[in-house]
């Protein structure tokens, strides 16, 4: 079962402009981890908010977690044209720290 | 090699067929993982080596499933009467010591099950 949730499902936006993709989830977590698919690739690790924190940088990547309403943001600032790929939600659960429950992901494209 | 490497990339075998998938991880790593993922979903969890031992395989859906990590380095996932259904693509990540953080996948073995 899929505890994460993104939404959109799918964004188009235009070169430079910034991206925002939501994520909910349904039980406790430690941690809340994003990561990037290209199409037929694996998963690269993008970045990691404990539950303790609300928000967290790297790069052009801006991370926000609310454990009150069980919801994390990811925002992809002056977007390029290699931005396009599918980007997921990945939460453990208070109990298991190593099982990671992913979400379905959001398309984004990202045209030049 | 520098980083998970899983062979083969690609495998198409007919149903009922027996299919074995091998994950390489990252040199060092204690802990390594398997996950499935179909078309437009998330992958989903299948099972968590740490070290030669499967800590947690409860996400294996049948017993056609079985993966195993003799030496603590390599595993090897393993379909036993495959079904169309079981067509996805199998992912392996490792992590240094499991326990949460970050995982570092391989690019996965597409099997389609015809």
């Known amino acids: 079962s899929q505890q994460g949730e993104e939404d959109p499902q799918a964004l188009s936006i235009q070169e430079g402009e910034n991206a925002t993709m939501n994520c909910s989830y349904k039980t406790s977590i430690n941690n809340l981890q994003w990561y990037r698919q290209n199409s037929g690739r694996g998963l690269v690790h993008l970045i990691l908010?404990?539950?303790?924190?609300r928000e967290k940088h790297s790069g052009r990547l801006r991370v926000t977690l609310d454990t009150s309403k069980k919801s994390s943001s990811l925002l992809i600032t002056a977007s390029r044209a290699a931005d396009t790929a599918s980007y997921f939600c990945a939460t453990d659960s208070g109990g298991s720290n190593y099982k990671l429950t992913f979400g379905k992901g959001t398309l984004l494209t990202v045209n030049p | 090699g520098a980083g998970v490497s899983q062979t083969p990339s690609n495998k198409v075998t007919e149903k009922g067929k027996y299919v074995e998938l091998r994950c390489d991880p990252i040199s060092g790593h204690t802990a390594l993982y398997w996950y499935r993922q179909s078309l437009g979903q998330g992958p989903e969890f299948l099972i968590y080596?740490?070290?030669?031992?499967?800590?947690?395989d409860s996400g294996l859906p049948n017993d056609r499933f079985f993966a195993v990590r003799p030496e603590g380095s390599v595993s090897t996932l393993k379909i036993q009467r495959t079904e169309r259904g079981d067509s996805a693509v199998y992912l392996c990540?490792?992590?240094?010591?499991?326990?949460?953080?970050?995982?570092?996948f391989g690019e996965g073995s597409r099997l389609t099950v015809l």
């Open positions: 908010i404990r539950s303790n924190e």
């Open positions: 990540a490792s992590s240094l010591r499991g326990g949460g953080g970050e995982l570092f």
């Open positions: 080596f740490q070290g030669t031992g499967a800590a947690d």
